[in-house]
């Protein structure tokens, strides 16, 4: 079974430009969650969907951040426009429901020049 | 708020060894809590998630603990080898389904 997919690995874009990244969850996993997690640190929740609806966004910078999963499957972040301090690696990760064990992507690793 | 604190932040020891990795919590009511190891440059691997109302749980060389009541999760590694080198990372989750997270404890295993 395939794990949860993420591109691209690796970006590196000028500060104010726009990024993007995406994520496929396992298959048949209903919550997804995004992440962002910093050198030496845990990771820190963005936002966390069930199905199509965002649940809890109360951690994503709204200002320059973005998230959809139209249809329940896919999704995908979005930084517009980037700042030196978003350098950081970006994390998908998926689980059947809010309650069972998540699983993670390899994530994106973002640097703002 | 949930603080999570993982002890020590740094091992090394040499291959074979039977070794300890511990998790302490402040808020005990946690609905499950899962253990993750992390490579270098790499994105996270659960290993193995312990329901509240468990006492243990096991995979293969792997075995965690979790004392609800204390706030502490212990993860015990078995016959220890240079491919466990990893980051290993507790996260107790909440009622409101978030994963608290640990800064890990970074293992080396010496061949």
């Known amino acids: 079974e395939a794990g949860v997919v993420q591109s691209p690995r690796y970006k590196i874009i000028e500060k104010k430009q726009p990024v993007a990244f995406w994520c496929n969850p396992i298959?048949?996993?209903?919550?997804l969650y995004w992440y962002l997690q910093n050198l030496g640190q845990g990771p820190e929740l963005l936002i966390r969907?069930?199905?199509?609806?965002?649940?809890?966004d109360s951690q994503l910078p709204k200002d320059r951040f973005s998230a959809e999963r139209l249809k329940g499957v896919d999704s995908t972040l979005k930084i517009q426009p980037a700042e030196l301090g978003d350098s950081a690696v970006y994390l998908c990760?998926?689980?059947?429901?809010?309650?069972?064990?998540?699983?993670f992507g390899p994530g994106t690793r973002l640097t703002v020049l | 708020k949930q603080e999570v604190t993982q002890i020590p932040a740094a091992l090394s020891v040499p291959e074979g060894e039977n070794l300890v990795l511990n998790c302490s919590f402040t808020?005990?009511?946690?609905?499950?809590l899962q253990w993750f190891r992390q490579d270098p440059g790499k994105g996270l691997t659960s290993l193995l998630l312990?329901?509240?109302s468990q006492r243990e749980q096991t995979s293969g060389r792997l075995n965690a603990s979790l004392d609800k009541s204390s706030g502490r999760s212990t993860l015990y590694i078995a016959a220890s080898q240079p491919g466990d080198s990893a980051t290993y990372l507790c996260?107790?989750?909440?009622?409101?389904?978030?994963?608290?997270w640990g800064a890990g404890t970074k293992l080396i295993i010496k061949p």
């Open positions: 996260a107790p989750k909440e009622s409101n389904y978030q994963l608290i």
């Open positions: 312990i329901q509240s």
């Open positions: 808020d005990s009511a946690i609905y499950n």
């Open positions: 969907y069930e199905n199509e609806e965002a649940v809890d």
């Open positions: 990760a998926s689980s059947q429901s809010q309650w069972n064990e998540q699983f």
């Open positions: 298959s048949g996993h209903n919550t």
